[in-house]
């Protein structure tokens, strides 16, 4: 589990995640990140690792799927169809391949495509998919597709809302779901 490609900004390594093995990424450890000095020597996770502690906090799983091709999202699935989730997950991802395979896999999960920019074309995607819309808050048109979006049944979510006045705009145009780096007052 890892956002970035490399492992340069977080972790005492370099190298890109793909081309590491997780031997390799478990000899380096995370040493960059908010309150990274309260868990000296921590590791990277696995997918089952970071399930474990959703679980433990009866927290919801959001995850990202970051690389790897279409064919590989029934591993993703199969490592999430072998347990039973109190708050079922949420899988999101830019890439269009991904998230049509997973929806072919699976009909149910929620699943959002994330885009930088709301556009007829992404509001057709989602459509098509049965998948809500992560959007960048920091776009002005996309303020303007909000209401379309909804209108044709799609759930709306935005990231990296780090503002009070940003949070209460989204929150007015009702959307559902806003992630930020911090808790707001």
């Given at each position: 589990?890892?956002?970035?490609?490399?492992?340069?900004?977080?972790m005492?390594g370099?190298?890109?995640?793909?081309?590491l093995?997780?031997?390799?990424?478990?000899?380096?450890?995370?040493?960059?990140?908010?309150?990274?000095?309260?868990?000296?020597?921590?590791?990277?996770?696995t997918?089952d690792?970071?399930?474990?502690?959703?679980?433990?906090?009866?927290?919801?799983?959001?995850?990202?799927?970051?690389?790897?091709?279409?064919?590989?999202?029934?591993?993703?699935?199969?490592?999430?169809?072998?347990?039973?989730?109190?708050?079922e997950?949420?899988?999101?991802?830019?890439?269009?391949?991904?998230?049509?395979?997973l929806?072919?896999?699976?009909?149910?999960?929620?699943?959002?495509?994330?885009?930088?920019?709301?556009?007829?074309?992404?509001?057709?995607?989602?459509?098509?998919?049965?998948?809500?819309?992560?959007?960048?808050?920091?776009?002005?048109?996309?303020?303007?597709?909000?209401?379309?979006?909804?209108?044709?049944?799609?759930?709306?979510a935005?990231?990296?809302?780090?503002?009070?006045?940003?949070?209460?705009?989204?929150?007015?145009?009702?959307?559902?779901?806003?992630?930020?780096?911090r808790?707001?007052?």
């Amino acid at each position: 589990m890892i956002h970035d490609d490399t492992v340069d900004r977080t972790m005492s390594g370099t190298g890109e995640v793909s081309n590491l093995t997780y031997s390799e990424l478990l000899e380096m450890t995370i040493d960059e990140g908010n309150g990274i000095e309260n868990y000296p020597a921590l590791k990277i996770s696995t997918l089952d690792e970071a399930l474990d502690i959703c679980e433990k906090y009866s927290m919801r799983a959001m995850i990202e799927i970051k690389g790897g091709e279409p064919e590989d999202m029934k591993g993703v699935l199969d490592i999430l169809g072998k347990r039973e989730f109190e708050k079922e997950p949420l899988i999101i991802d830019f890439n269009e391949d991904r998230v049509s395979a997973l929806r072919e896999l699976d009909k149910e999960i929620e699943i959002w495509y994330l885009v930088n920019k709301i556009e007829d074309d992404t509001i057709e995607f989602a459509k098509e998919n049965k998948t809500g819309i992560g959007f960048n808050f920091g776009i002005p048109k996309n303020y303007f597709r909000i209401k379309e979006a909804q209108s044709e049944g799609i759930t709306l979510a935005s990231w990296t809302v780090d503002f009070l006045p940003v949070l209460d705009i989204l929150v007015a145009l009702d959307v559902k779901y806003i992630t930020t780096n911090r808790i707001l007052p």
